[in-house]
């Protein structure tokens, strides 16, 4: 509103009467205010005026200044405080937190878009649609802007946290503060975050978000902006004890009620399965080093399942570095402290096992189907399709589908469950542990070359992926064909190996393979080249 410059109409100094009318307004507007603080807001004989202003939109505005401050303003009859009101009174409005880059955006005029704010652990405030709130600075509660709600937190969450979440109606360093008697920008405070794991706080209850609130967690930056900065857990929307211990009480935690297990082994078990989840399908080499809050409120708490709610303090582990240190030791991520009182994962065991599990497709198959159906995913008009929830959006949509593709058959969803997954095969030994490996095992393949003077050899190439060593192959096929063999590096082929043999000895290696190796027929190829028998004269 104030982004452009502002046509005065009038200034003139508050009567008594009207200062106690304004005293009357505010206290009804914002009644988190005592008398004493609206008295030291609107004083009973400092200078107080009021200027009327056409803003560079056509609205007419009034703007009630205070020893040469603007305090508040007045649009269509509702009453808004300004950014030197809230340094007074931090905790006035809701406050949403956004990165320092953003400002300049903010200034220039640009409403604050979702994706979503910097999400603190303890969850986004509660609001409604048209709720006025404050938007503060990464490690500084001191609000930079003013803006109205542009859908309630439950909406934010539920569109994906996907377009406009703030009109911003006035900013830090907009031509509001210009308007100052002295012409210039006052410097912007510092107000320390709360601490979150003070021991303050953790003798509290839990305070936790709505359910629903916890699916979609992300960070707030404006709509094409990809803004970068450093991020220092804080708690935003606080609630009183006994609204917190309602809320708690009436929403639960949602706990399997099949699982005979307690509710903190539960919560352990579910800790785990999101930090496992958010690791293998949302964060990326690229993405490190990551502030851990990025990390619970970005990625965690997106991977809870839908009618499940995490809450680290009803786990084992109470806070989220406990965790985390926890992670470290079994050697899965490395957390270090790379600014004073910030962590950060800074390395990530891409190829620990934790991170993965080993299924078959049948097992990849039912986990879908009950999934689906646990979740009330099926389309009741029609069977053959399922609707995608936000976690089978971020495992199987592209970027061009996440606002277009609702729905998708049976077919096509598991098709793209199956393409997504790392392919990987299990051979096993008698008596041995099972060899597990990446990617697609390569079938022996068995063929026939042609050499100096229009002899033949057989050629095997890919025995070492079922344990099967070239040099002892070769010595065995020397003395069953009586020809002489020999073993090369495989071309094309890093460390692997192939056995040559003299003469078309298919036939024997086949016998080798299948009868005494007792190696599966698919997955040899080129069995069909034996030499035929000889017709009988």
């Avoid at 937190?97 to 220039?108: A, D, F, I, R």
């Avoid at 190996?497 to 599966?520: A, D, F, K, T, W």
Wanted: glycine residues 6%.
């Amino acid at each position: 509103m104030f982004a452009k410059a502002f046509r005065v109409k009038s200034n003139t100094a508050i009567k008594g009467s009207d200062r106690r009318r304004l005293r009357a307004d505010v206290a009804a507007a914002f009644p988190g205010l005592g008398t004493d603080q609206v008295s030291v807001l609107v004083p009973g004989k400092e200078e107080l005026n009021t200027v009327k202003l056409y803003a560079h939109r056509g609205d007419a505005v009034t703007v009630y200044v205070s020893g040469g401050n603007p305090i508040l303003f007045e649009l269509e009859k509702n009453l808004y405080p300004t950014v030197y009101t809230l340094w007074s009174y931090p905790d006035l409005l809701p406050t949403f937190t956004t990165w320092p880059l953003v400002l300049e955006k903010l200034v220039g005029g640009a409403d604050l878009m979702l994706p979503g704010l910097v999400v603190p652990p303890a969850g986004l405030p509660q609001v409604q649609k048209g709720d006025l709130c404050a938007i503060t600075l990464v490690g500084n509660r001191a609000p930079v802007a003013v803006g109205i709600a542009a859908m309630s937190t439950a909406e934010m969450l539920t569109s994906g946290l996907k377009g406009r979440g703030f009109s911003m109606l006035h900013t830090y360093q907009d031509h509001l503060c210009f308007s100052r008697r002295s012409g210039d920008k006052s410097s912007l405070p510092s107000i320390a975050p709360l601490a979150l794991d003070s021991p303050d706080l953790e003798k509290e209850e839990s305070i936790t978000a709505d359910p629903a609130m916890q699916e979609d967690l992300r960070c707030l930056t404006l709509e094409g902006e990809d803004e970068n900065g450093e991020a220092q857990q804080q708690m935003c929307g606080r609630k009183s004890l006994s609204e917190a211990s309602e809320d708690s009480n009436s929403r639960g935690l949602n706990p399997d009620p099949t699982d005979s297990r307690t509710l903190q082994e539960q919560m352990d078990e579910l800790l785990q399965r999101c930090f496992l989840h958010a690791l293998k399908c949302q964060v990326k080499k690229a993405d490190l080093p990551l502030l851990t809050s990025i990390f619970l409120g970005n990625h965690m708490f997106s991977c809870c399942p839908k009618g499940r709610q995490l809450d680290i303090k009803k786990s084992s582990y109470r806070k989220l570095s406990k965790f985390l240190q926890q992670m470290q030791q079994e050697q899965i991520v490395q957390v270090e402290e790379l600014s004073k009182g910030v962590e950060s994962i800074v390395a990530v065991d891409w190829k620990h096992p934790r991170k993965g599990s080993i299924l078959e497709g049948g097992e990849v198959r039912t986990i879908i189907i009950n999934y689906a159906k646990k979740n009330d995913l099926v389309d009741a008009n029609n069977k053959n399709l399922v609707k995608l929830d936000p976690i089978l959006c971020d495992c199987i949509l592209e970027k061009n589908e996440q606002h277009t593709v609702m729905k998708l058959p049976w077919d096509s969803l598991l098709t793209r469950c199956f393409e997504k997954l790392q392919p990987a095969y299990q051979v096993s030994f008698p008596g041995q542990e099972p060899i597990v490996k990446k990617g697609k095992i390569c079938p022996i393949d068995i063929s026939l070359a042609q050499r100096a003077s229009n002899k033949k050899v057989t050629v095997v190439r890919n025995l070492e992926p079922y344990g099967l060593d070239p040099c002892s192959v070769a010595s065995i096929l020397q003395q069953r064909c009586q020809a002489s063999t020999t073993v090369t590096p495989a071309p094309g082929a890093k460390d692997s190996l192939q056995v040559q043999i003299q003469g078309n000895q298919v036939h024997h290696l086949s016998r080798l393979l299948l009868e005494e190796y007792r190696l599966p027929r698919k997955y040899i190829q080129g069995l069909e080249k034996a030499p035929k028998p000889a017709k009988k004269k």
